[in-house]
């Protein structure tokens, strides 16, 4: 499996979880009826760019792992979706537990950042296993 493809499926995905996610927080606000300011146009892109890093990092790390290849008979989904869980897990979860505690971030802040980096761990880790499922 070529490391530069699977970079870019890692890059697009993180693109596309951020801007999935920005879609279903609109629709969730716009039925609120929440009138929450938009994020400027920096911060916005420095979230997508940091989501899109983050999904190249985890393709890396999909690629060192040989796309889990301990992990047998089970379809390519199911070895997506624990490379993310086991990513968001290891990764995400121990940061926003310090951010949690040092920062005193309110319970809704911490889920919403949680959920966006879910999504992101998800979302990648299943393109990595598709993209890697479909190469061999």
Do not use: K, N
Request: aromatic letters at 12%.
């Amino acid at each position: 499996m070529e490391l530069s493809y699977l970079m870019l499926t890692g890059s697009l995905s993180g693109l596309v979880s951020i801007f999935a996610h920005s879609v279903i927080w609109s629709g969730v606000q716009m039925i609120r009826g929440s009138g929450a300011a938009a994020p400027t146009f920096a911060v916005a892109f420095a979230e997508a760019l940091l989501h899109m890093l983050c999904g190249i990092g985890l393709s890396v790390l999909f690629w060192l792992s040989w796309g889990l290849a301990a992990v047998i008979a089970v379809p390519w989904w199911v070895r997506g979706a624990s490379f993310g869980a086991l990513c968001w897990l290891a990764l995400t979860a121990p940061i926003l537990l310090d951010l949690a505690f040092a920062v005193r971030l309110p319970g809704r802040t911490a889920a919403l950042i949680a959920g966006r980096w879910a999504a992101t761990c998800a979302i990648a880790g299943l393109a990595c296993a598709w993209s890697w499922e479909r190469m061999l």
